[in-house]
Each structure stands twice: as C-alpha cells, then as structure tokens.
C-alpha cells in the first residue's frame, strides 16, 4: 500500500476542492473518545469505536482545565420529546449501518414466538449493554454471541427487506444521494455486536462496535453504497485492499476493527478521489456529495435502564406519519411495541413478559404446555394488553395512539386496534395473515363505552360455546378467524393479504385464488356469522384445527355429523361450501317471491371446438412464456455457476465434474435443441394439415434418468 498521498492534480471531471477530508490526527481522535466517555458514561470500547468516524473531533472539544478536554455543551443535545441524549457530530459519509431491528422490516424475521422458527430469520433478543458491576449504560448488544452465519444470514433478510420496503419510493435513493447529497440527518445508536466465531477448536467472541441506523436505514444503506462498502463489510471487515494502511506490519485480508479501517479507508477516498487512476476513484466520485454528513448518535436517556426500548422511540414515530409506504402489518406492529414499552415503563409487566408478546423473546413463565395452549395465553394477554380493564391502564393506551378523548372513539379506532392485536398475534404462528381481518368484529363503540371481552382458555371457550353463542362468537373474533386465516381457510375481505403481510412468509402450499373464489370472496363477519349458524360443527373444526397444529399436519374436514372425514383436508373451497353465505333478500313490493326457477343451473360439458380454444391457449402459453422463461432461468443458472467459479478462484466452473454429471448435461440439452427444431418443424405444418408430433428424446432421457435413480 501507498502511503498517504498529497497529490492536488485537478482532472477535468472532478471539482477543484477535495471533498474527502481524510483521516484525522489519532491522537485528537482519543482525546475526543475520552471525552465523550467521561459525558455519558459510554465504555472506551463503545467510544473508541465511536470516534474514528467523527471529522475533526478537534471541533467539538474545549478545555477542562490542564491538559483536559471536554465535549462542547452544544455537541449533546436532549430531544425534548423522547428524553434521549444525542450526540451531534459531523462524520464520514460511510458511517453508520442500516439496522435489522428497524420498525418497518420487522415482519421479516421470525418471531421466537412463531412454530419452529428459522434460526437464519430469527433475532437476537437485544439488550441494554452494562459494565462489569451490572449498571445499565447507553449502548445496545444482544444476549447471547451470534454466531457468524447467522449474522450473516440475518444481514442478508434485512437487506432484501429494505429493497423491497423501499420500493414505494418515487425516485432512486442512490442517484439522488450522489447529486444532491444527503439533507435530512440519520439517527443511530451504538450496538456492541458480539459474534461467535469458529477459528479454532474452541469457539471464540468477537466485539465490533456499529452505528446502527434508528432512522435512516435506507439512507445510510445507500450512502455505504456509494462508497463501495455494505453492512457486512463494516461487521466482519472492509477489504485491506481497499485501505490506504501504514507501513510496517502486516494486516489480515479484511478488517473490521473501526480504529484501523475508517482512518485508512477515509484517506483512500481522498487520495482517490483526486487520482483518475485509482482502483476507488469512481466510488469517490459517487460519494463526493456525501463525503462528510452531519451525524446524530443516541448516548443517554433518562431511563438508562430501558435504553434498548426507548431507543426505537423515534423509528416508531415515523410509524404514525410515515414519510415512506409501511405495510399495514408492519405499522400495525410497531404500534403495538409502543403500547408494551409504555406498560413496561409504568411497571405493568415485565421485561420478559414485554418482549414475548412483542415477538421478542420467549415466554418468560416457561410452561411446558402444547404449542396451541403456549400461543392461546399469548393471544389472550395480547387482547388484554390493547383492550385493558384497568382505567388506568385504558388511558395509557389511548395516550400511546394518540386517540381522542373516549368518548370521541370511532370504528376507526377499534379498527386500529384490532390490526394491532392481529399484527402482534401472527407473529406467533406458521404464517402471517392480513391484520385487516379482524376488520369489524367489535362494534364501533367498544372503546367508547368501555365494553369488555371474556377471555377464558380456548377449551373452555369452546365447551361454554357448545351452549352458548355469544361465548362461541367472542372466542371466534379472538381466535378462531386467526386459526381459519393460518390455514387460508378464510382471509380478509379487502387488498392482497400477501401485499400486506410485506410478501413474507409465503406459504409453498398456497393455493391460488381461483375465479370460483373469487366469486365465493367474503368478509370474515360473513364467516363467523356462518359459523354461528352451526355451532357444534364449528366447535369440531375448532378442535381439529387445533389437533392439526399440535400435530403438525393440515386440518381435516368436519361432515354434517361433526365428524372428522380422515383422508381430506378442509381448505377454503370446503369452508365456502359447507359454510355459506347467508343473503338477506329483499322482498318485493308486492309481498311475494319470483315464481322463477331459483335452483342452481348445472355445467355443460365443453364443446369439441372449447377444447380446441383452451389446447391453443396452453399451447401458446407453453410455447412463448413457459419455455422463453425456462431457458433465461437456464442461462442465468450458467452466468451465475460461472460467476461462484470466479469469486473462488478457479477458472473452469465445471472443473471436477465427474464424466456421467458432463455427459448427462450434454445429453439434456442436445435432446431438447432436437426436440426443439422438430417442433419448430412441426407449428409450420400445423397452419395447413395434420401432423405427426415426433416422440420426444428429452422424455426419454427424463425416463431413463428416473429408473437410473430407482
């Protein structure tokens, strides 16, 4: 590597003032993380990960007297609405990460809660971090070490996430940030990341400090963007290559120890900037607006010990006047969260118990129930927590949503509320649902007149039930439409329910919609409703799907004898038919109804020449979409395979192969092209006569390949 460079030639295509201020004096870089330290308490571990990427750190510190130094008054600030402390710097454009616990992805990770969760999806619980005597400081880490795929996996989920999260955005972010610069500050907090690595026979905890984005995700996503880097850079190492380092040691082939990389990388940037020649010099042109950007920093709160919740305070705001598209489910969620931290806060529950419903963590009380009744408690303390008897406790919630005075409450609110039941609730299940569909299920005045909801388990819900109509529809709305809408049984009446659960979670089994579906589409009070017009049939399916759960397999169908009917399953066709819509029609003027025929009409059988139509439709569909789509997916396959050989290093990506693997890829694709041309052949006369379809080689090959396998 070069040393730092002070070359100032000017080339055409660059402006004549370097952007790129470079790496700082070190030792005013300590000073500053001493100072900022002895302000917030802040470990040197957490503030010397900090300072590196503060721009002359020189600017914000003023003398305490001897050789002292102390922060300016004006460098932290306190929000006067959340009460935290904020450090504000100016910093290298390169600071700060977008952040996996951001509000508005959430939904994209599975919940401890949820029915055997995805390590790979799964989030560290986070904490407040503390020193060596267990006092709470301002920064955040997670319980427990991650272990480094994981991590990695993690980063990759977020940052799908935000590509698609940010994909209601009128413009691309990137460009704009590369023009016009960055005008609205992002908002981080300190995470002290612990990653449990595997170099030796004993695993081995790594620490590196990172500027979490609290706002700003995707801003911050972009802006590393622009300089070539990426989250998983600043966690597990930017590549030396990249870094203008001192000579006279060695250095591993990526580093991620903060103290070392960003006072390298910054120099890079200026030295590339300004030389054409330079393998960064295109980033630095990229990233010439966002060279420095002001920075704000969460150092304190007034409640240290509930840092890792206040600390998304401001995150959830932006949930109430999102300047960007939130799914309803995720804002739905993120409300929810701020209901739990309020309760926490007064002292109403538990930490563990906040982070449970929260989809956070597990149940705190450990129970050894079955997974129906472990979520059913969950479900119900969910219900309690958004609806609460307690006055007190109802006005700390209104207070949270910002509602109006009680008696102002609309459908609207209780809408609201139940979105956010059903949001929080589907965390905890196989797959997440629409939150619209509790839409309607308690009257417009629930909140204004304080109505309540009786909440006993489900077992007893459903044997009180059997006698007693309004026990079944309470536990309907509470329970029984999210386990129909686990199952796609029922779904709610308006949108896409995929569209709103953020396209996560897809079930591969889903069945799509079909127009005889769509004809049948209902709200979910036309299916409680239907339900309730059979109350011992539904109480059977309520057990089945429970049984189904608890057993891991799909439900059943339940006869007109309330039985089980092993051998089927009961999807959203056999709820619609046996389950019908009730219509209330008019009568007429006159008093009296249509002497017309009312009886369904039967279908006829299709005519030679409809299944002419409908073998041309699929012919054409298989022929210019099926197959284009299938060769593309083909090639890109190859591009990609090509690619994996390049990032490893070898120059043949089938080198190694053994002779049959060579020798069957060959032979598939010489059948297909022969197949191909005899078809091309073959449409040709079909415009004219009748034709012979030759029998095809790539069957062939597909046969013998399966009795090979046998």
């Known amino acids: 590597m070069s040393a730092a460079s002070t070359d100032t030639t000017v080339h055409d295509d660059t402006p004549s003032v370097n952007p790129f201020p470079g790496a700082d004096k070190g030792n005013w870089t300590q000073l500053f993380s001493e100072a900022l330290a002895a302000a917030t308490g802040l470990p040197l571990e957490v503030t010397d990960g900090i300072a590196p990427y503060v721009v002359r750190p020189k600017d914000f510190l003023t003398r305490a007297g001897g050789d002292g130094y102390r922060l300016k008054p004006s460098v932290i600030t306190e929000d006067t609405g959340t009460k935290l402390r904020v450090l504000n710097v100016t910093a290298h454009g390169f600071t700060g990460t977008p952040g996996e616990y951001n509000e508005r992805i959430r939904g994209s990770f599975h919940s401890p809660t949820r029915p055997f969760p995805d390590p790979a999806r799964m989030l560290p619980r986070l904490t407040t971090g503390t020193d060596i005597e267990g006092k709470p400081l301002p920064f955040l880490t997670t319980d427990q070490p991650v272990p480094t795929n994981t991590l990695s996996s993690l980063i990759s989920v977020m940052e799908d996430a935000l590509s698609d999260a940010d994909g209601s955005r009128g413009y691309k972010l990137r460009e704009d940030l590369s023009v016009y610069g960055q005008n609205e500050t992002t908002l981080h907090a300190p995470l002290l990341r612990t990653i449990e690595e595997n170099h030796t026979v004993e695993p081995t905890v790594r620490r590196v400090l990172d500027l979490t984005a609290i706002k700003g995700a995707n801003r911050s996503r972009a802006r590393l963007d622009l300089f070539g880097l990426s989250a998983k850079d600043i966690v597990f190492g930017v590549d030396s290559a990249k870094l203008e380092l001192p000579h006279g040691r060695e250095y591993p082939a990526r580093i991620a120890d903060p103290a070392v990389w960003v006072p390298a990388f910054a120099d890079s940037m200026r030295i590339a900037y300004g030389d054409e020649r330079h393998p960064q010099h295109q980033a630095a ?68 118990e906040r982070a449970w419903l929260a989809g956070e963590g597990t149940d705190p009380e450990g129970r050894d129930d079955d997974l129906v009744a472990g979520r059913d408690r969950r479900d119900r303390a969910l219900f309690a927590a958004v609806f609460p008897e307690n006055i007190d406790r109802a ?71 059997l006698a007693d109509n309004k026990v079944l529809k309470e536990f309907l709305i509470t329970r029984g439409i999210h386990w129909l809408a686990e199952h796609k049984i029922i779904d709610a009446d308006r949108g896409s329910m995929g569209a709103q659960a953020g396209g996560h979670d897809n079930d591969p089994d889903d069945q799509a919609e079909t127009a005889n579906d769509r004809r049948i589409r209902r709200s979910t009070i036309s299916a409680r409703e239907a339900m309730l017009l059979q109350p011992q049939r539904t109480v059977a399916l309520m057990v089945e ?47 009296r109804d249509s002497e017309t025929d009312s009886s369904s009409p039967g ?24 197959t284009p789509t299938a060769v593309v997916e083909l090639l890109n396959t190859a591009r990609g395979l090509v690619d994996a050989a390049h990032n490893a290093g070898q120059t043949a990506a089938l080198g190694g192969v053994t002779e049959d693997e060579l020798g069957a890829i060959t032979q598939a694709l010489t059948f297909a092209k022969s197949d191909l041309q005899n078809l091309i052949a073959s449409v040709t006369e079909m415009r004219y006569s009748r034709v012979r379809i030759e029998d095809s080689l790539t069957e062939k090959f597909l046969t013998e390949a399966g009795e090979d396998e046998g």
């Open 285 to 352: 042109l990229n990233a010439a607006q966002v060279a420095t950007i002001p920075l704000q920093i969460i150092v304190g709160t007034v409640h240290p010990d509930e840092f890792h919740n206040v600390v998304f305070d401001p995150n959830r705001a932006d949930h109430r006047r999102p300047p960007l598209g939130y799914s309803l489910a995720e804002k739905a969620a993120s409300d929810l969260r701020a209901v739990l931290r309020d309760a926490k806060a007064k002292g109403w529950m538990s930490e563990g």
């Open 395 to 465: 006005k700390a919630v209104a207070r949270v949503l910002g509602e109006p005075a009680r008696s102002y409450t609309t459908k609207d609110h209780v809408a609201h509320r139940l979105r956010m039941v059903s949001a929080a609730i589907g965390e905890g299940y196989q797959y997440r649902w629409n939150p619209r569909v509790l839409d309607g299920q308690l009257a417009s005045t629930f909140i204004k007149n304080r109505e309540r909801l009786n909440l006993p388990e489900w077992l007893e819900a459903l044997g009180q039930g």
């Open 545 to 591: 799907l429970a049984k189904a759960v608890n057993e891991g397999r799909k439900p059943r169908q339940i006869d007109t004898d309330n039985k089980v009917v092993d051998g089927t399953v009961a999807d959203k066709h056999w709820f619609d038919t046996q389950f019908p819509k009730t219509v209330n029609r008019r009568k007429s003027k006159k008093g």
């Open 603 to 626: 279908k006829p059988d299709p005519t030679p020449q409809e299944l002419l139509a409908q073998a041309r439709a699929e012919f054409y569909s298989q022929a210019a979409v099926h």
